[in-house]
């Protein structure tokens, strides 16, 4: 039986709250963190919408405060240039490319949890008792099974993984923080998925009883919080969104491609990014990809 910090009831009182309480709220996580680590901390800075509102926040409070940010290489044009607008901020690179990636491990296409699901299934390594509990859930429930409507992949002509996360932004931040020490506040939102309600739901803002501990200052706000913050404060934020664009992590990620509008990521390739369209499809074979999942790509 999992023990919670935070009563799934109060998350939503939280999440209900308007927009002023929620900001005196995650001003006081900022605070318990920064003191919590004696100031040894940074943000965790992707170019998006929460990243840019959460480094606002903690920056009114504690100007000093570094901004991290992992160029993977693969990143819209607009991304790398609003970063470089932002000061004191510490880009990171990785080692791997994300084509050797795709290559070696596979793609990562719907989330991170299906994607993880799915390589355990493709992998000839992985026991018949793991292979069951992925598929039919076990005695304790249901929790890491995967969805029927996805059983569909486990047969794709390709591999699918998370890998390219761990490997291109993941490795990168833990090297930075063994490096400096420093402990993160990062813009994550419990409402984006059931991972993160449930670390929420676990842990409170301030992850701090694990391997790599953080702090997630914004869980409770919702995104039109984000997007009335933005309108609030005049916060700037990158030209990708008036294009269409609901993200700004990689270009050629399908992470959440299922929940895309239309047109969707890669169909806004094309109309913005005709040469990223041509490769991504032709060089890194999403065009196969996007078939087998059954979404549109021109």
């Not at 290489?73 to 004191?88: D, K, L, S």
């Not at 890491?144 to 291109?168: E, N, Q, V």
């Not at 914004?218 to 990708?240: G, K, Q, R």
């Not at 990689?250 to 005709?274: E, M, S, T």
């Amino acid at each position: 039986m999992v023990k919670w910090t935070i009563d799934p009831k109060l998350l939503k009182q939280r999440q209900n709250m308007p927009l002023g309480s929620k900001i005196d709220l995650t001003r006081e996580k900022i605070r318990d963190w920064y003191k919590l680590n004696d100031g040894n901390v940074y943000v965790a800075f992707s170019g998006g919408k929460d990243s840019t509102v959460l480094l606002h926040l903690v920056r009114d409070l504690y100007p000093e405060v570094p901004a991290v940010f992992v160029n993977t290489g693969i990143m819209y044009p607009e991304v790398a240039r609003f970063v470089r607008t932002i000061p004191n901020v510490h880009i990171l690179r990785p080692k791997a490319r994300f084509k050797d990636i795709i290559c070696k491990h596979g793609y990562p296409v719907i989330s991170k949890t299906v994607a993880s699901a799915i390589q355990q299934l493709q992998s000839p390594n992985t026991s018949e008792a793991q292979r069951k509990k992925i598929l039919y859930g076990d005695e304790r429930g249901d929790f890491g099974k995967l969805p029927k409507k996805w059983h569909f992949l486990i047969d794709a002509p390709f591999k699918i993984s998370k890998y390219c996360s761990r490997a291109l932004r993941i490795y990168p931040f833990r090297k930075y923080r063994r490096a400096t020490k420093r402990r993160p506040f990062v813009g994550l939102l419990a409402e984006e998925g059931h991972r993160r309600k449930f670390t929420y739901l676990k842990h409170g803002c301030n992850v701090a009883d694990i391997a790599d501990p953080y702090c997630m200052p914004l869980a409770f706000w919702t995104e039109s919080d984000i997007w009335n913050y933005i309108n609030e404060f005049n916060v700037p934020i990158c030209d990708i969104y008036r294009r269409g664009f609901r993200r700004t992590g990689c270009a050629f990620c399908l992470f959440g491609i299922q929940h895309d509008p239309v047109p969707n990521r890669i169909q806004l390739l094309k109309k913005h990014y005709p040469g990223l369209h041509r490769y991504c499809l032709t060089k890194l074979g999403l065009k196969e990809v996007m078939e087998y999942l059954g979404y549109p790509y021109e």
